[in-house]
């Protein structure tokens, strides 16, 4: 078992340009943990560094060996390799380019665990994914500029001001999105590196932009905000609004320049060096809840809110007190899901509360009232729907008590809640997309969707990553769909009806879930027709009952959604009332089925 120890001599970190190491010194520690990181010029990159020595530091038998890629991708793959001949036990890596080092992470993970940072590789061959939520942060960007400009009176165009890579080109999607929402017209300025200086350089002539109105700048991060406010200065364009990107803290940090006055406001980006070695510890000791995926959490800030400090949870007892808000249903999958999160609770020593919902947002509601009356340490909520959830999340924060999102999501600000916990719905629908594009090749495909229940989040993140997946290829059309509430009945029946009026004239049949497909398999074998042969049926969940089908060829494919959330759950609570700061959202870990699939995954399911 990995100790804490509070001393900076437990960790040792070492540089792979000295090709004499030694190997017998590497081992003195139980554990080696190698990480690659892409660099070490960005700001950001010194933070990630500096946050994984600080917290490997924190345990008395770990070695730390660190490499620096250099921006170059062949040195990045022979800085892997080095690590490996080390024996190291884990690899951390932050890969330059994600396309050219998949192999090399997959080939890395037949071997041992790896944890992936910043930007995920392609495929699923590693143990665990931290990085930011880039679109979330260029969404909080755009709205944090749109609510200064609305304070300040003031209209006109808005300026990125950004270095070309894959982080700010999905932040950026995000943030002009927003803008175009708003019809904000904006520019994107590219600068060669995301520096103070460089950024001032081409901020110097600001007469070029004068025509356009510039009334704000968003920088894609805070040093590039100093670099437009030095250059604004000098232009006696002091009134424009400067949005930077980071926030850390210390000396020369976003949050000293917004002390300062020198941006207005920030969004932080954490590095997720921190989660990054309590993960790999985890891993290490062979812990369970261990999650496949972390998204961490990023918080606008500013003059009003930066000094804000969260009230730690204070347990008495020295029990744990969770309430459940749980959706009462008679799927495999939710039965499974409960049984989970119950043995789980046990399994960690949590006194857990749950309380049944038959569907119904304002029963709900009311029973999260009584966890806060109770003042019970921490909320579980699977919410019914996705809206209506603002007062009470309101009323539960005020109580400083903790909600934490189980499977389903809400529409409130993310300040709200906690963290959301669960599968990757988008991905899920997303993995259906790509088998369908895989099988069809060439042809074209005729589509019916089955929708799950109308507001809930996995029905409309499904949707939304299976049709992304398709969108801009001709030969896909989705020629009918209807809610059928995951509902097995009701997919038979909706199939029914369809099929005595059209017949089947679809190639394809999206479900949101196994139960509706397992009634589309019932109402298509009932009309005389053949389910994988005349029409090729996706869903999701992963079911006992929908992998016999997927054996039997009726069901094609299917996008596992994980139930057995417990683990990840109850470590999330424990971690939390422990006084760590828990990711915005933690994925748990999940395949893909198919007649090809390894048989062994089909083995010892549990629902």
Not at 15 to 23: E, G, I, P, R, V
Not at 59 to 84: C, F, H, P, W
Not at 313 to 323: A, D, F, L, S
Not at 391 to 407: F, H, M, T, W
Request: glycine content about 8%.
């Amino acid at each position: 078992m990995i100790r804490k120890v509070l001393t900076l001599l437990a960790v040792m970190t070492m540089c792979l340009s000295l090709t004499a190491c030694n190997k017998a010194v590497i081992r003195e520690k139980e554990h080696v943990i190698g990480v690659s990181l892409a660099n070490m010029s960005e700001q950001w990159r010194l933070v990630l560094k500096e946050e994984l020595e600080e917290e490997a530091a924190k345990y008395d038998d770990i070695t730390l060996i660190i490499s620096d890629a250099a921006g170059n991708t062949e040195k990045q793959i022979e800085d892997v390799n080095r690590l490996m001949e080390y024996g190291i036990d884990l690899l951390i890596i932050s890969p330059i380019d994600t396309k050219a080092l998949s192999p090399v992470v997959s080939s890395v993970y037949s071997e041992i665990p790896v944890i992936v940072m910043d930007r995920v590789v392609e495929g699923y061959d590693y143990s665990l994914f931290i990085g930011p939520d880039n679109e979330l942060i260029g969404e909080q960007e755009a709205k944090k500029v749109l609510e200064l400009m609305s304070e300040r009176n003031v209209k006109g165009t808005v300026l990125e001001l950004r270095s070309e890579n894959l982080a700010s080109d999905e932040r950026s999607d995000a943030f002009r999105s927003v803008m175009n929402e708003k019809k904000l017209t904006t520019m994107n300025l590219l600068i060669p590196e995301a520096t103070r200086d460089c950024a001032e350089d081409n901020l110097a002539d600001f007469s070029s932009y004068a025509a356009n109105n510039i009334r704000a700048i968003f920088a894609h991060n805070d040093y590039m905000a100093y670099g437009a406010r030095l250059a604004l200065e000098k232009l006696g364009k002091e009134d424009v609004i400067v949005v930077g990107l980071d926030g850390y803290p210390g000396p020369g940090g976003g949050l000293e320049m917004i002390k300062s006055g020198i941006i207005d406001a920030t969004v932080s980006c954490p590095t997720g060096g921190i989660e990054a070695i309590r993960y790999a510890v985890a891993i290490l000791n062979g812990e369970s809840g261990v999650p496949k995926k972390v998204l961490l959490r990023s918080t606008v800030i500013d003059s009003l809110n930066i000094d804000e400090a969260k009230e730690p949870i204070t347990i008495e007892g020295g029990k744990i007190r969770v309430g459940y808000a749980q959706i009462r249903e008679d799927s495999a999958w939710r039965k499974a899901n409960t049984d989970s999160i119950i043995k789980a609770a046990k399994e960690f020593n949590i006194d857990l509360e749950v309380k049944y919902s038959e569907t119904s947002l304002e029963e709900q509601i009311e029973q999260v009232r009584e966890f806060i009356k109770d003042d019970v340490d921490v909320i579980l909520l699977s919410p019914f729907v996705e809206d209506g959830w603002d007062q009470v999340l309101a009323e539960a924060k005020a109580a400083n008590i903790p909600v934490i999102l189980s499977d389903r999501s809400v529409s409130s600000k993310e300040d709200m809640y906690t963290s959301f916990v669960g599968g990757d719905f988008e991905e899920e629908g997303r993995k259906c997309g790509e088998w369908m594009l895989s099988d069809m090749g060439e042809g074209k495909a005729r589509i019916m969707e089955l929708l799950g229940s109308k507001g809930s989040t996995p029905a409309s993140l499904r949707s939304k990553g299976f049709n992304e997946s398709f969108r801009d290829n001709p030969n896909c059309e989705v020629v009918y769909s209807a809610y059928a509430d995951f509902n097995a009945d009701l997919g038979k029946i909706v199939l029914s009806e369809y099929i005595k009026e059209n017949g089947l004239d679809v190639d394809y049949i999206f479900a949101h879930n196994d139960d509706m497909a397992i009634g589309a398999v019932a109402a298509i074998e009932a009309a005389g027709y053949r389910p994988g042969v005349d029409v090729k049926i996706m869903s999701v969940d992963g079911t006992k009952e929908a992998l016999k089908m997927v054996k039997k060829g009726k069901i094609s494919c299917v996008s596992e959604c994980n139930p057995l959330l417990g683990p990840v759950l109850m470590k999330a609570v424990t971690d939390l009332c422990e006084g760590e700061e828990l990711p915005l959202t933690i994925v748990t870990d999940e395949t893909v089925f198919t007649r090809d699939t390894d048989k062994s995954l089909f083995k010892g399911r549990k629902y």
